[in-house]
């Protein structure tokens, strides 16, 4: 049996292709948009990919199912409750599929989704009974998948599900049976998920805290609690996996566009388009176009930041530093749904600047200068800079500075008007990036005088400034978690 | 936990990367000779490699452990029974060591080797039990270690231990433990492994060949018969690996070379070096310097036939047909010990000609002139060509062509005395890499007349030519395994 696990950076997704070297056919099972990597793998095994399979609708990543079907003429398996408005072999509980010397077995493990299916995988020339299981976003390793992207009015019915499928569906399973999630550290679909990315039925049983005995009532509770933050295109990457993930073909590379044409866009009568400019923090702060947001291509959740904040159908010019930058923003975009990339800045700033276009520059403070403009020497706040910490809940909880100001970067865009936009305003993250990305969206508001804090609260502690835990943060500290993801 | 798998095609050897990103240290587990694949990925997960293991003597590949160690400072790890020969920390049975939060414990279990031990790994975010096994060469996906590479006298003695490593050393431990072995398909140190990369214990005690009741002695005799060909290197290697591999720094790369100086190594008074053309077949036909032996890099099992017919400290000069192929070659033959690649004729063999210096070129036979040349209209052999086929027993087995001389590749060299040197001699494998290498041995041996088949037996198949079973092969064939590896 040939068998490969794709990973993915960033978005954390993990797809899968299976083969039967003997007959010269095989699967992808969960394949990302860009299918470049499944036909490199299956060409080097002299393979034909000749089915393709979702265990459900992906609601962080577009589908590549229909990307693959028309560069190979596979066909597509979607669970039949997917009601996919795109043709598809649907697939029930207990359906099995044989390619080659392959089969796989559909179970329906409702939880993450209603329709959601594992499938098990049996390679017969191992013998008659399943090897391992693709778990896709039900079972991760050291998690399960999050029970609301669908909505609060679904969350506790699919709580409830996720129970009966963690319990009741997989109990006759073989402990000894390998586990290949659908994510990874980095995914949004769960909330403490493992960087290493294989596991067993039998280690989870007895590791996984979602695997735990409790009450159906306790399980619904405890899995509905203190779950991250989600993108505003959750909802529009579900549809358009549900419609049909438009077909990109072979290139879809951005186009250079001069100053000139950038500028008309801006004036024209069509939609705006925004701006997003994907340099480093310290590139986009030394001079960038009046309006643009920052969220580095550098960073492994740019495709999932810039979700929080743009529209999906909003098109979008990208000012980069180097021209690699421009394919890999556009490449990391359309995974998630942003097909309307028109193109990027030839020479970028520099250009806008010659045709005589304003320009404007971000302070960057270092912790030093922020301890002397927010602080007392005692460590007292004081009242002419607003100190804003866009880190997540569960990183804020583990001490701040005092006096500072808590709205998680997600939340910004809806939260900026608790804050006075003629005062001055430093944010604050982990390390520089994601305050980057705070520091432009408020200075588009309308901020006049915001300085993005390079170093962060990294640099902040290291320094050995002043840091404080607030009252309730100290009695929930022992039972809450982190989210690697969100400090990366 | 950061947990990362390498996989090395062609040789099939796989090593394993395992950190702890909260203390930002890993350890590497059987690192291969050329080592910055471990210091791009420590590097990217911005951990420090501080731990080296090796869990056996390899006798298949040179270690990468004094490498990495000069790059890094880690500590290397070996068995203390390996009584390695360099600068290292025994490891015992039993024995735990701690890097951050993760735990290796050592597991003796002899079998491939006397001082082959496992590591069992525990998380200590996850829980305080092993969660995956890293099995070296004693476990493998679907098959066990030979145990017939220290030579034929230990053979039965490891055999019996390996029953008691793998009966009751492994009985404690839990069917959901993940298994990740140190090889995978390609590799000589099993007869039949499986591709795909990892298992678990329960799938292996249910489904693995080696796992199921037998006597002691019946598994003894199991284990023991039908082994695949080993190369000539192997003692040199595991020599190497005992004594402390050479440290190569980090350029290796192979010096051209011009004509004059390659005519000069070959009439001078060192050594005389090897003249390996790492061609294609084709290219090698058209014309090659007499004497060289043609092993196509391209092929994933280059390193290991060249370990076949190359004594390992004989000086090599490559013919090439790019130059990125004297890097490729380079870095593969450094993988099994060679390090006195001297560099490689610059121009290749045009530059030898345009020296006025001689060369010999191959005939080419389709299988439509095989045909005509080796059968009479009704199949039968004719007298007037010797057929060699070079293929792996299990392949012969399969059906080769009537009249035909059956010597595997790795026989050939010491067996070339069974064929007449002055009878006209086409060599057939299955595709036709193997018989190219075949070829240019029988030439350098002094054969007069050698045509090498492309399109091997698969194009002789595919015209539908006459193929026959021996008798006993036909009584055999149910119970005889083939070797993937073999094949590639």
Request: proline share 8%; glycine share 10%; net charge negative.
């Amino acid at each position: 049996m040939v068998f490969r696990q794709f990973f993915l950076e960033g978005l954390g997704c993990i797809s899968y292709l299976i083969g039967c070297s003997q007959t010269g056919v095989c699967a992808v099972v969960d394949p990302q948009r860009d299918v470049d990597g499944y036909l490199q793998v299956a060409q080097s095994y002299g393979l034909r990919i000749t089915h393709i399979f979702d265990t459900h609708l992906h609601a962080d990543h577009v589908s590549g199912n229909r990307e693959l079907a028309a560069r190979t003429g596979a066909t597509i398996y979607l669970p039949a409750q997917a009601r996919a408005a795109f043709k598809h072999q649907p697939v029930h509980d207990g359906d099995e599929v044989t390619i080659g010397t392959v089969t796989l077995l559909a179970i329906h493990t409702p939880g993450h989704t209603p329709e959601h299916m594992c499938l098990a995988v049996i390679d017969h020339t191992r013998g008659p009974e399943p090897w391992f299981l693709l778990t896709g976003d039900f079972l991760f390793v050291g998690d399960v998948g999050r029970p609301d992207l669908l909505g609060e009015a679904e969350m506790r019915q699919l709580a409830d599900q996720m129970h009966t499928s963690l319990f009741d569906r997989l109990s006759a399973l073989d402990d000894g049976l390998e586990v290949f999630p659908g994510h990874g550290a980095g995914s949004l679909c769960g909330r403490h998920m493992n960087a290493k990315l294989s596991t067993t039925l039998g280690f989870e049983r007895r590791f996984n805290p979602a695997l735990q005995p409790r009450s159906r009532q306790e399980f619904i509770a405890w899995l509905t609690q203190d779950l991250p933050p989600q993108p505003a295109n959750v909802p529009y990457i579900k549809q358009l996996n549900r419609q049909g993930p438009p077909i990109l073909g072979e290139l879809y590379r951005p186009k250079p566009l001069t100053a000139q044409a950038v500028r008309d866009l801006l004036r024209g009568q069509g939609p705006t388009p925004a701006i997003l400019d994907v340099r480093s923090p310290a590139e986009f702060a030394a001079g960038y176009m009046p309006g643009a947001l920052n969220v580095p291509v550098s960073n492994g959740q740019f495709a999932t930041r810039a979700g929080w904040f743009i529209p999906p159908e909003r098109p979008i010019v990208l000012i980069v530093g180097r021209e690699a930058e421009a394919d890999r923003a556009t490449r990391a975009l359309a995974r998630v749904g942003y097909d309307r990339v028109i193109g990027y800045l030839v020479n970028g700033i520099a250009a806008w600047r010659a045709l005589g276009l304003p320009t404007a520059s971000l302070a960057l403070w270092t912790p030093e200068r922020l301890r002397s403009e927010a602080l007392t020497r005692q460590g007292e706040p004081l009242p002419g800079v607003t100190v804003v910490d866009v880190r997540d809940r569960s990183e804020w909880q583990q001490g701040h500075i005092p006096g500072a100001v808590h709205i998680p970067l997600a939340e910004l865009a809806q939260r900026a008007d608790e804050l006075n936009p003629f005062r001055p305003t430093a944010v604050i993250c982990a390390n520089g990036t994601r305050s980057s990305t705070a520091a432009s969206l408020l200075t588009a508001c309308g901020f006049k005088h915001v300085a993005n804090v390079m170093g962060g609260m990294e640099g902040w502690e290291a320094a050995g400034y002043p840091v404080v835990i607030d009252a309730d943060d100290q009695r929930d500290m022992s039972s809450i978690g982190r989210h690697p993801s969100s400090s990366w």
